[in-house]
């Protein structure tokens, strides 16, 4: 029986996708990308992580067409691993969210202090600091409420999400050097498919990778959107493409005016290039837009997080007390205050590149390579006669996907140890968990529940 009613449109569903994938995201990484290069050759990993989107946005594609359930991966794990197996993997999915979430809202809190340091030059580091838990307090306050809709928040802010790179390209096309040139082409040492060119995109790539994540979010409202077999695809591949040429279009137009020699060296670099271009006061106007943008971005990351371990604990595949709703507000707020907890402690603990890196590790095994292996058992046993949605060149993009995610996650170094390790947990307190409480499997869902 479903319970939610499909009411998002196509643009709707591809606005909230963006929102999700700019956030604060490519502001901040931009001179992480250039310094892993220190060379003009930096756009390739946005070329490539757009490349990567798009690949794996097939996967996606194909299972939203045909299974447009809420929750995204957890009913896609189920449906995939069957009923003894799809129990583990949709609970590691929920195990994985539940620490990787803190750290998506804790990247995007140290992001905003980030910015935040260009309007408050004279900070301290731990006054910084005290900045990034304050925004994660304040967004915590605000959604310990009763949420009805954010349909409209969200096409006003996809409006400004647009402008603010708009003008920011805008600037660059207008204020640019006359002597500026960004050779792209590798040579010398530096020729492509050499360790030169490889070893440094592998590690850019986990940055631009991360400010790409967000084009499945359609995925995750699946059984509220119109016409999904049609709109999920149809909203992933435009997010893709529209995000790849603004992100690429930005990254040219501040190394335009910002050389990228001094970019890398810069943290609040939209700041500096807008200070450049068009003076203080158009910087600082730029620099509140952007704080806007990341502040959007944690209120819709913490909305959208905290209902996932809601979820999965009323599905009774998670820790019971994640189900309890606020007794007069009607909200998962120990959901909410778990996650909102666990990131104010990240935030202290981690850089923004280390959170970056945890956040993929964390979630390439148990949800991407897992998704991949999992539309490969579907096709087996279901065939593909019934698919709304088929990707193009099967099995090549399934293929090229896992190769390209496990060589990031091998890039993560530490953290890809400290990846499986927390998956390994995960598998020990699943079973744990099913001791204690004598279950069996659940039953798994299928295609007649849509």
Same mark, same amino acid.
């Given at each position: 029986?479903?319970?939610?009613?499909?009411?998002?449109?196509?643009?709707?569903?591809?606005?909230?996708?963006?929102?999700? !994938?700019?956030?604060?995201?490519?502001?901040?990484?931009?001179?992480?990308?250039?310094?892993?290069?220190?060379?003009?050759?930096?756009?390739?990993?946005?070329?490539?992580?757009?490349?990567?989107?798009?690949?794996?946005?097939?996967?996606?594609?194909?299972?939203?067409?045909?299974?447009?359930?809420?929750?995204?991966?957890?009913?896609?794990?189920?449906?995939?691993?069957?009923?003894?197996? *799809?129990?583990?993997?949709?609970?590691?999915?929920?195990?994985?969210?539940?620490?990787?979430?803190?750290?998506?809202?804790?990247? *995007?809190?140290?992001?905003?202090?980030?910015?935040?340091?260009?309007?408050?030059?004279?900070?301290?580091?731990?006054?910084?600091?005290?900045?990034?838990?304050?925004?994660?307090?304040?967004?915590?306050?605000?959604?310990?409420?009763?949420?009805?809709?954010?349909?409209?928040?969200?096409?006003?802010?996809?409006?400004?999400?647009?402008?603010?790179?708009?003008?920011?390209?805008?600037?660059?096309?207008?204020?640019?050097?006359?002597?500026?040139?960004?050779?792209?082409?590798?040579?010398?040492?530096?020729?492509?498919?050499?360790?030169?060119?490889?070893?440094?995109?592998?590690?850019?790539?986990?940055?631009?990778?991360?400010?790409?994540?967000?084009?499945?979010?359609?995925?995750?409202?699946?059984?509220?959107?119109?016409?999904?077999?049609?709109?999920?695809?149809?909203?992933?591949?435009?997010?893709?493409?529209?995000?790849?040429?603004?992100?690429?279009?930005?990254?040219?137009?501040?190394?335009?005016?910002?050389?990228?020699?001094?970019?890398?060296?810069?943290?609040?670099?939209?700041?500096?290039?807008?200070?450049?271009?068009?003076?203080?006061?158009?910087?600082?106007?730029?620099?509140?837009?952007?704080?806007?943008?990341?502040?959007?971005?944690?209120?819709?990351?913490?909305? *959208?997080?905290?209902?996932?371990?809601?979820?999965?604990?009323?599905?009774?595949?998670?820790?019971?007390?994640?189900?309890?709703?606020?007794?007069?507000?009607?909200?998962?707020?120990?959901?909410?205050?778990?996650?909102?907890?666990?990131?104010?402690?990240?935030?202290?603990?981690?850089?923004?590149?280390?959170?970056?890196?945890?956040?993929?590790?964390?979630?390439?095994?148990?949800?991407?390579?897992?998704?991949?292996? *999992?539309?490969?058992?579907?096709?087996?046993?279901?065939?593909?006669?019934?698919?709304?949605?088929? !990707?193009?060149?099967?099995?090549?993009?399934?293929?090229?996907?896992?190769?390209?995610?496990?060589?990031?996650?091998?890039?993560?170094?530490?953290?890809?140890?400290?990846?499986?390790?927390?998956?390994?947990?995960?598998?020990?307190?699943?079973?744990?968990?099913?001791?204690?409480?004598?279950?069996?499997?659940?039953?798994?869902?299928?295609?007649?529940?849509?």
């Amino acid at each position: 029986m479903e319970l939610l009613k499909r009411r998002l449109t196509l643009l709707q569903a591809t606005a909230i996708n963006m929102i999700d !994938m700019v956030g604060i995201g490519p502001f901040v990484v931009l001179p992480l990308v250039i310094r892993e290069f220190n060379s003009p050759l930096f756009l390739w990993a946005w070329i490539a992580g757009a490349l990567l989107a798009l690949i794996d946005g097939m996967i996606w594609s194909e299972l939203g067409a045909a299974y447009p359930l809420a929750g995204g991966s957890y009913n896609f794990l189920r449906i995939a691993y069957g009923p003894k197996w *799809g129990r583990l993997a949709s609970f590691l999915f929920v195990w994985q969210t539940a620490i990787q979430a803190p750290m998506v809202l804790a990247s *995007g809190s140290i992001g905003f202090a980030t910015y935040a340091k260009y309007l408050l030059p004279s900070i301290e580091p731990w006054q910084q600091k005290a900045v990034s838990v304050g925004v994660i307090l304040f967004v915590t306050f605000l959604l310990y409420r009763k949420i009805e809709s954010v349909g409209r928040l969200s096409l006003f802010l996809w409006v400004s999400v647009l402008g603010t790179m708009a003008w920011i390209i805008a600037g660059g096309l207008l204020r640019h050097s006359p002597q500026f040139s960004l050779p792209l082409t590798p040579s010398g040492e530096t020729e492509i498919f050499s360790a030169a060119f490889l070893l440094p995109l592998s590690f850019a790539a986990q940055k631009t990778v991360y400010s790409y994540l967000g084009y499945y979010n359609v995925c995750h409202l699946g059984s509220e959107i119109v016409r999904p077999e049609r709109n999920i695809p149809r909203s992933i591949f435009f997010s893709i493409v529209s995000i790849a040429v603004l992100y690429i279009g930005m990254n040219i137009s501040i190394v335009s005016v910002v050389p990228w020699q001094e970019a890398q060296h810069v943290d609040f670099v939209i700041s500096v290039f807008m200070e450049k271009a068009f003076g203080p006061t158009a910087a600082n106007v730029a620099t509140a837009l952007v704080l806007l943008v990341a502040f959007s971005s944690l209120f819709a990351v913490l909305l *959208g997080y905290s209902r996932v371990p809601f979820a999965a604990a009323r599905d009774g595949n998670f820790f019971p007390v994640f189900a309890r709703l606020h007794p007069t507000k009607n909200f998962p707020h120990i959901s909410l205050l778990f996650i909102s907890g666990l990131a104010i402690l990240f935030s202290f603990l981690f850089s923004l590149k280390q959170v970056i890196s945890a956040i993929l590790a964390m979630r390439i095994l148990v949800q991407f390579i897992a998704q991949a292996i *999992g539309v490969i058992r579907l096709r087996k046993k279901r065939g593909v006669k019934d698919l709304p949605f088929k !990707m193009w060149l099967y099995p090549l993009p399934v293929v090229v996907s896992i190769l390209i995610w496990l060589a990031l996650f091998v890039s993560t170094k530490m953290f890809a140890i400290w990846g499986t390790c927390m998956a390994l947990a995960g598998v020990v307190v699943f079973y744990m968990k099913e001791k204690r409480a004598g279950n069996d499997a659940l039953p798994t869902v299928t295609g007649e529940e849509i």
